[in-house]
C-alpha cells in the first residue's frame, strides 16, 4: 500500500463552473480520444455497435434538474472526473501500491504495470471516478493529460487537459489549486468554488463554480428593438402597389 505525501511542491487541477457548461460532451469525446491515441494501451470498447455496448471513459458529465426555493427550475450539467484528491483513499487501498500521488505536481496516477485490476480502489473512491479496462485488466483514471501539460514538442496553448482545451463555453479551467494567486484560485474564491462531497474528508483538488441564479423574468423581451427601424404604417414601392392592386380585386 501507499501512503500520501506530506506535502506537494504543487496541486495541479481543475476548476468546472456549472453555470457554463451546456453538456455538450466535447470534453468526453476529447478525453476519450486522446487517452486512446497518445497511450500505449488505449481505452478500450466492448461491442461498441452492438445491443450491450461498454467502454472506458475517464470523464463523464451528468445532467440534473435542480428546483430552487426561488425562482424557475434549471438544467445542471455535472462534468466528473478524478478529482486529485489531498487525501486519496484510492492510493491507501492499492495493495501493490499502484495507485500514488506524485510529490511535484499532486496528480494521482496509476502504475499499470503494477495494477492486478483488484478494483478496490474503484470501490473505495467516493466519486465513482475509477475505469476498469476490461481489454487490458487494470485500473485507469484521468491523469490531468500528464502526457500534454509538461510535452514540450506541443505549442504552449496545447499544453492543458484536452478536456479544458477542446470545451467550447469555456467551463474548464486548469492550474495550480495550492497557488493561491493563480487564475484558478482566484476564480475559486471570486465565485465560492466547493468541494465535491466534502463531508468524505478526501481534500478534493477540483473545484466546482456554483451555478448562478436565472432570472425570474416571464415577459418577452426584443432584444433587437432598439436598433429596428419603426416599420412604415402604409407599404410603399413596389409592395405598396402590390397592396393596392388586390384591394381592387
Keep these: 500500500m501507499t501512503d500520501h505525501p506530506s506535502h506537494t511542491h504543487r496541486q495541479l487541477g481543475l476548476v468546472i463552473d456549472l453555470d457554463t457548461c451546456v453538456g455538450c460532451q466535447a470534453c468526453v469525446v476529447s478525453c476519450k480520444a486522446w ?10 470498447d466492448q461491442d461498441p455497435y452492438g445491443a450491450d455496448p461498454s467502454g472506458s471513459f475517464l470523464n463523464r458529465v451528468h445532467g440534473f434538474e435542480v428546483a430552487p426555493e426561488a425562482g424557475p427550475a434549471q438544467l445542471v450539467h455535472f462534468p466528473k472526473s478524478c478529482l486529485h484528491c489531498a487525501e486519496a483513499p484510492c492510493v491507501i487501498v492499492c495493495p501493490t501500491g499502484a495507485s500514488y500521488k506524485r510529490v511535484e505536481d499532486g496528480i494521482v496516477l496509476v ?17 465513482g471516478a475509477r475505469e476498469m479496462d476490461m481489454a487490458e ?39 495550480d489549486l495550492s497557488d493561491p494567486e493563480s487564475a484558478v484560485s482566484l476564480l475559486v474564491e471570486a465565485r465560492g468554488g466547493m468541494d465535491l462531497m466534502p463531508e468524505q474528508g478526501t481534500r478534493p483538488a477540483n473545484k466546482y463554480l456554483p451555478p448562478r441564479p436565472r432570472d425570474a423574468w416571464q415577459g418577452e423581451v426584443d432584444v433587437l428593438a432598439p436598433w429596428l427601424e419603426p416599420v412604415a404604417e402604409e407599404p410603399k414601392g413596389l409592395l405598396g402597389w402590390i397592396d393596392r392592386t388586390l384591394a381592387r380585386l
Excluded at 35 to 44: A, E, I, R
Excluded at 111 to 127: K, S, T
Excluded at 144 to 173: F, K, M, Q, T, W
Design 35 to 44: 487517452n486512446s491515441q497518445s497511450q500505449p494501451s488505449p481505452l478500450s
Design 111 to 127: 502504475n499499470e504495470a503494477d495494477c492486478i485490476g483488484c478494483g478496490l480502489c474503484a470501490w473505495a473512491c467516493p466519486y
Design 137 to 175: 485488466g487494470v485500473m485507469k483514471k484521468c491523469t490531468l493529460c500528464v502526457d500534454r501539460i509538461y510535452n514540450e514538442r506541443l505549442p504552449e496553448a496545447d499544453r492543458e487537459p484536452a478536456c479544458v482545451r477542446s470545451c467550447p463555453a469555456g467551463a474548464r479551467h486548469f492550474g
